[in-house]
Nanobody, 129 residues
Framework: QPQLAESGGGLVQPGGSLRLSCAVS????????IAWFHQAPGKGREGVSC????????NYADSKKGRFVISKDVVKRTVYLQMNNVEPEDTGEYYC??????????????????????WGQGTQVSVSS
């Protein structure tokens, strides 16, 4: 059974940095694409970034491009989201999700949540001075 567990959330000042981690188990990162999603208070969930299974293809939401970086450590079975130059609008719950490469993409990954079947519980990020 695929399992994902997020960590690393917390309070950060505008312009600061934070690194989120998504520890995965029960499946191989060779065959599953991992994505990060953001749900701001009172708003719907939106895709932030994804990294393709079996490779390093990445994709970013326009609002995060240039500030966030996704990466993975296959040995540690962990996917990271490095958040730089954070803004108050980045506040919210962050979820990681896994989708099979046949659905979520391999050479190019997709940020639509319908392509991801397994989700973590989320980690809260608050950007405030």
């Amino acid at each position: 059974q695929p399992q994902l567990a997020e960590s690393g959330g917390g309070l950060v000042q505008p312009g600061g940095s934070l690194r989120l981690s998504c520890a995965v188990s029960g499946f191989s990162l060779d065959f599953y694409t991992i994505a990060w999603f953001h749900q701001a208070p009172g708003k719907g969930r939106e895709g932030v970034s994804c990294i393709g299974g079996g490779g390093d293809a990445t994709n970013y939401a326009d609002s995060k491009k240039g500030r966030f970086v996704i990466s993975k450590d296959v040995v540690k079975r962990t996917v990271y989201l490095q958040m730089n130059n954070v803004e108050p609008e980045d506040t919210g719950e962050y979820y990681c999700a896994a989708g099979h490469i046949g659905k979520a993409g391999k050479l190019a990954c997709y940020l639509a949540d319908r392509r991801y079947d397994d989700w973590g519980q989320g980690t809260q990020v608050s950007v405030s001075s």
